[in-house]
Nanobody, 125 residues
Framework: VQLQASGGGLVQAGGSLRLSCAASGPTFSRSVMGWFRQAPGKEREFVAAVNWSGFGTTYSNSVKGRFTISRDNAKNTVYLQMNSLKPEDTAVYYC???????????????????WGQGTLVTVSS
């Protein structure tokens, strides 16, 4: 599975962005998909994950209520809608896939076997 993330950019605090992650390969629709982020000097952290159907989601406490993860299996794409952005949301955002599970069983980076190249989100104050 290859993943291509897009949609990052510069936005003012309080604004919105939508990230997309296009996947190639036959296992996308049977995989858990997730978004992680890594700020300069910090470890990669979990943001959100969605199960194979799109009806099961989980979020980190820091983004709950502001971010929404979704997927379109017909388009092999997963999305991250980010609203009410804060300067502390500034990071490189990565999409990742866990093809070994259809339900969310982990939110650790090591649990995801496929990674996209990352897209930079910068939130100005």
């Amino acid at each position: 599975v290859q993943l291509q993330a897009s949609g990052g950019g510069l936005v003012q605090a309080g604004g919105s962005l939508r990230l997309s992650c296009a996947a190639s390969g036959p296992t996308f629709s049977r995989s858990v998909m997730g978004w992680f982020r890594q700020a300069p000097g910090k470890e990669r952290e979990f943001v959100a994950a969605v199960n194979w159907s799109g009806f099961g989601t989980t979020y980190s406490n820091s983004v709950k209520g502001r971010f929404t993860i979704s997927r379109d299996n017909a388009k092999n794409t997963v999305y991250l809608q980010m609203n009410s952005l804060k300067p502390e949301d500034t990071a490189v955002y990565y999409c990742a896939g866990d093809p070994t599970n259809m339900q969310i069983v982990t939110t650790t980076p090591s649990g995801f076997g496929f990674w996209g190249q990352g897209t930079l989100v910068t939130v100005s104050s």
